[in-house]
Structures are given as structure tokens and as C-alpha cells.
């Protein structure tokens, strides 16, 4: 028994190590289909290759929503506009965190809007900057 307890405190000593509580990112999903940071619309995040992030996004309805009652969604794309895996949601009205990993390789990812939110729904989104601390991205 006291072996057991020992092996568990070590395991999750070693747990916490590994993976230190994720950096939050307050965002807002608005009425204008836009994304905001701190009031700042379309915001770039910086983030490092596999860093753990929770998004936790205040969401509102814009004019439209989906019929699962979605009013707005996201999901990464890469440089080459492939959806990055891990990086789908469908946002309902109010806070939701959203835990996700940046990816592994360097660059820069765009976030969209995933439901169809009003007429101004194309423009919705924000930027992703993945660099390995101490670089910037260049791509
Ligand atoms: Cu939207």
C-alpha cells in the first residue's frame, strides 16, 4: 500500500511537469461577427509549436444561427487552407472553454468562422502565430 502511494505521488508529481496548466486566451465571438481579444478585432495569438492553450470565447449571436443553435464556429487552417486536426467547434451562445494544442510546425494559421453568422460572416477570424520561443516565424 505504501508503495502504491508512493508510485501515484510520483506519477502525478511527474504528470505535473510534463504539462503545466495550459495558458488561458480570453476571446469573444460578437454580434458583428467578429472575433475580439481585449477589444482588438481579427487579434494575432502567439503560441509554441504543441504549447496547450484553453480558449475560453464569450460567444453572441450575430443575425443567423445554425439550426443546432450554434450562433458561431471555429476551426484552424493551415497555409495551405487544410483544417488543422483537434481545431473544430461549434460555439453556443455564452463562455466556453475550448482546450487545443497549437501545432507542432512553425507558421502562421488562420481561425475561421464556421457557421454562416450574417452577411459579415467571411470576414470573421483571427491569426495564429505558432514560433519556437526566442524565433520568429517567418512563413
Ligand atoms: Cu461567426
Redesign the pocket.
Known amino acids: 500500500m505504501i508503495v502504491c502511494g508512493v508510485l501515484g505521488a510520483a506519477l502525478l508529481s511527474n504528470a505535473q511537469s510534463i504539462a503545466p496548466s495550459p495558458r488561458v486566451i480570453e476571446l469573444t465571438?460578437d454580434k458583428d461577427?467578429r472575433f475580439r481579444q481585449d477589444g482588438k478585432v481579427a487579434p494575432i495569438i502567439e503560441a509554441s509549436p504543441g504549447e496547450h492553450l484553453i480558449l475560453r470565447i464569450t460567444a453572441t449571436r450575430?443575425k443567423q444561427v445554425a439550426r443546432d443553435g450554434s450562433v458561431?464556429?471555429l476551426a484552424l487552417l493551415d497555409k495551405d487552407e487544410n483544417a488543422v486536426p483537434g481545431w473544430r467547434f461549434y460555439l453556443h451562445p455564452g463562455v466556453q472553454e475550448l482546450a487545443v494544442t497549437a501545432p507542432l510546425q512553425a507558421g502562421r494559421y488562420t481561425a475561421v468562422?464556421t457557421?454562416i453568422?450574417s452577411d459579415m460572416?467571411e470576414g470573421?477570424g483571427f491569426t495564429l502565430v505558432v514560433s519556437a520561443p526566442g524565433n520568429n516565424a517567418k512563413e
Open positions: 465571438a461577427s450575430a458561431h464556429g468562422c457557421i453568422c460572416h470573421m
